[in-house]
């Protein structure tokens, strides 16, 4: 079953960034331009192929490259500073905009190629993630070999994998070592 198209900013940015996935024998899950393509058609929902190429492969590659600077980052400041920097090169519409009875400013990558608009995307999205809840939820699996990232959105902070199936396996492992304790005690 495909995993299901991320519907918010924040899950698109951690779908692009977790293509590296240190878990799979090889971590590159975007192994060519065709690869690619079917990822951009999914990861922005669209119903046409996005047509890519070797250059486009490259680009994306350190676009996530960048991105994942965030998450490596040795303190907030320098987290927001990378990611400040890719923005400062790249065009955001803003604009004022209903919601909810209110005003909120809105930011938006200006319309451009696919891998672009998800870099630029990507980048206010999680910008705006530490505005609203700081680096700290900022994190990496603990589930070694896995080092994919998350954003923990639990009240009392106490995320510590990428995903159900890291949380799962981990807890399996656990399981299994403590009954090979015991049966060999
Ligand atoms: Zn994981």
């Not at 878990?23 to 119903?47: K, N, Q, T, Y």
């Not at 672009?116 to 680096?135: M, N, R, V, Y």
């Not at 954003?151 to 299994?176: G, I, K, P, W």
């Amino acid at each position: 079953m495909p995993p299901p198209i991320p519907r918010t900013s924040i899950e698109r940015a951690l779908a692009f960034l977790n293509t590296w996935d240190t878990f799979s024998a090889d971590p590159e899950r975007i192994a060519d331009s065709a690869v690619l393509g079917r990822f951009m058609r999914w990861v922005h929902d669209r119903s046409s192929p996005v047509s890519v190429d070797d250059r486009d492969l490259a680009r994306f590659r350190r676009a996530r490259t960048e991105l994942r600077g965030a998450f490596d980052a040795p303190d907030e400041a320098s987290g927001v500073a990378r990611l400040n920097s890719i923005l400062a090169s790249r065009p955001v519409r803003v604009r004022l905009e209903p919601d909810d009875g209110q005003w909120t400013m809105s930011h938006q990558p200006v319309p451009s190629d696919p891998i672009e608009a998800l870099l630029t995307e990507a980048a206010l999205a999680l910008l705006s993630a530490i505005g609203d809840g700081g680096w700290e939820r900022f994190g990496t699996c603990a589930g070694s070999p896995c080092t994919c990232v998350y954003v923990d959105r639990t009240r009392n902070r106490s995320r510590r994998f990428c995903s159900d199936l890291c949380n799962d396996r981990v807890s399996q492992e656990a399981h299994r070592r403590r009954r090979s304790r015991i049966e060999k005690a």
